[in-house]
T-cell receptor, first 113, second 112 residues
Framework: KQEVTQIPAALSVPEGENLVLNCSFT??????LQWFRQDPGKGLTSLLL?????REQTSGRLNASLDKSSGRSTLYIAASQPGDSATYLC????????????FGTGTRLKVLA | EAQVTQNPRYLITVTGKKLTVTCSQN?????MSWYRQDPGLGLRQIYY???????DKGDVPEGYKVSRKEKRNFPLILESPSPNQTSLYFC???????????FGSGTRLTVV
């Protein structure tokens, strides 16, 4: 059972487009959500962190929102650039007796020049 | 600079030869964790530690050991590596464990 679903799994867009990446949790008890970027073979770079009392966070061209009632988060990227090409992962904390983030399998984004 | 440092970055070893992957953080975080990343399976937690001398199993702990003798260090030990442990490994730390994870750069392990 996949607890975290990211849609789409892959996305290819021309440079300059605005785009939305989706993350949904089967268990809406998830809170404290974090978006990461991962370049091929590299580590995870934190992009945005939304704590349970917040609904959205913004950093530059990135905006992330969290709707706890529906168990969904979106990452909005404005004016995409080739340098945005990477895999984007969402992760949420679920209080289940073990302390861990639950990760989605990611969206592979390619921005074409 | 606040960071999580893993070593080595790349490691090729043979089946059964004990190895240790080191992880160190300089943020005075109480929580540390190890994940492995495999194609199609995403990131899965191996072990985590809430503080010094406090460790617990994650989702895939078989074949791994950890220790937390100091707050900053959380090594991952493979006593007898097998080919199915070939993977990309990440160490992470967090102030409390429920948000704000910082990840290391990863260790790509190949067991032949």
């Amino acid at each position: 059972k996949q607890e975290v679903t990211q849609i789409p799994a892959a996305l290819s867009v021309p440079e300059g487009e605005n785009l939305v990446l989706n993350c949904s949790f089967t268990d809406s008890a998830i809170y404290n959500l974090q978006w990461f970027r991962q370049d091929p073979g590299k580590g995870l770079t934190s992009l945005l962190l939304i704590q349970s009392s917040q609904r959205e966070q913004t950093s530059g061209r990135l905006n992330a929102s969290l709707d706890k009632s529906s168990g969904r988060s979106t990452l909005y990227i404005a004016a995409s650039q080739p340098g945005d090409s990477a895999t984007y992962l969402c992760a949420g904390y679920k209080e289940s007796g073990t302390y861990k983030y639950i990760f989605g399998t990611g969206t592979r984004l390619k921005v074409l020049a | 600079e606040a960071q999580v440092t893993q070593n080595p970055r790349y490691l090729i070893t043979v089946t059964g030869k004990k190895l240790t992957v080191t992880c160190s953080q300089n943020m005075n975080h109480e929580y540390m964790s190890w994940y492995r990343q495999d194609p199609g399976l995403g990131l899965r937690q191996i072990y985590y530690s809430m503080n010094v001398e406090v460790t617990d199993k994650g989702d895939v702990p078989e074949g791994y050991k950890v220790s937390r003798k100091e707050k900053r260090n959380f090594p991952l030990i493979l006593e007898s590596p097998s080919p199915n442990q070939t993977s990309l490994y990440f160490c992470a730390s967090s102030y409390r464990g429920d948000y704000g994870y910082t990840f290391g750069s990863g260790t790509r392990l190949t067991v032949v």
